[in-house]
């Protein structure tokens, strides 16, 4: 595998499940990140890990869990959604993390799941 | 505080049709680093490049140059020869330079080239 995988590609889940979303970085890098992105929306940052630790929350509402094992694997735990959180959440990672002038601060992305809660 | 804009919704082309995708951004920050990204109808967002705001020279790989120009706060995209490969959605991106925890993206363009 290379690159930044992410599994599944697809879920459809109820209100009143609880699923899991994987994210795997193939790439060396010590950052990882979950954005929303939804129809006629900007992508939005959900959370980030640097050094398996994380560092930002942006206002996510807790039915939204992330856990970062180590710094090579990420999952957004879910529980409890909403309609309104059917979505392409996608995962990234990146390099120099928070380095002054890191030698890779892009970030590269993994092809999203789709989730669908009905 | 930071933002990027991408006036241009959705753009449509003819094949063989040169495009310019528009990026104008916002930023208080002396030092900064500016991407563009594509995403496919496949979902995955591709790197295509980055720059940061030291470096102003325009760049060119094969059919695709960019034109940095700090004076207007630009970062604009030249498709040359576009063909129908070229179909995506286009995002433009700023991060701060000494913490790129916080990329922010712009809304997008979406691009079709037509055969």
Redesign the interface.
Same mark, same amino acid.
């Given at each position: 595998e290379t690159g930044v995988t992410q599994t599944p590609r697809h879920l459809v889940m109820g209100m009143t499940n609880k699923k899991s979303l994987k994210c795997e970085q193939h790439l060396g890098h010590n950052?990882m990140y979950w954005y929303k992105q939804s129809a006629k929306?900007?992508?939005e940052?959900m959370f *980030?890990y #640097?050094l398996e630790e994380r *560092?930002?929350n942006n206002s996510v509402p807790s039915r939204f869990s992330p856990e970062c094992p180590n710094s090579s694997h990420l999952f957004l735990h879910l529980h409890t959604l909403q309609p309104e959180d059917s979505a392409?959440y996608?995962c990234?990672s990146?390099q120099?993390?928070?380095l002054? $002038?890191?030698p890779e601060?892009?970030? !590269?992305? $993994?092809?999203?799941t789709?989730l669908t809660v009905t | 505080a930071q933002k990027v804009t991408q006036a241009q919704t959705e753009i449509s082309v003819v094949e063989k049709e040169d495009v310019t995708l528009d990026c104008v951004y916002e930023t208080r920050d002396t030092t900064y680093?500016l991407?563009w !990204?594509k995403q496919p109808p496949?979902?995955?967002? *591709?790197?295509l490049i980055?720059r940061?705001s030291f470096d102003e020279q325009n760049e060119i790989s094969g059919r695709y140059s960019w034109n940095f120009q700090k004076s207007t706060s630009s970062f604009n995209f030249t498709i040359t020869a576009s063909q129908v490969v070229d179909s995506a959605v286009y995002?433009c991106a700023l #991060?701060d !330079? !000494?913490?790129?925890?916080?990329?922010r993206?712009?809304?997008?363009t979406r691009l079709t080239v037509k055969p």
């Open positions: 950052a929306k900007p992508l940052l *980030v #640097s *560092v930002e392409l996608l990234a990146s120099g993390q928070g002054a $002038g890191g601060p892009e970030q !590269y992305f $993994g092809p999203g789709r | 680093y991407f !990204y496949s979902g995955e967002l *591709v790197f980055r940061n995002f #991060s !330079y !000494y913490n790129n925890n916080d990329m993206f712009g809304a997008g």
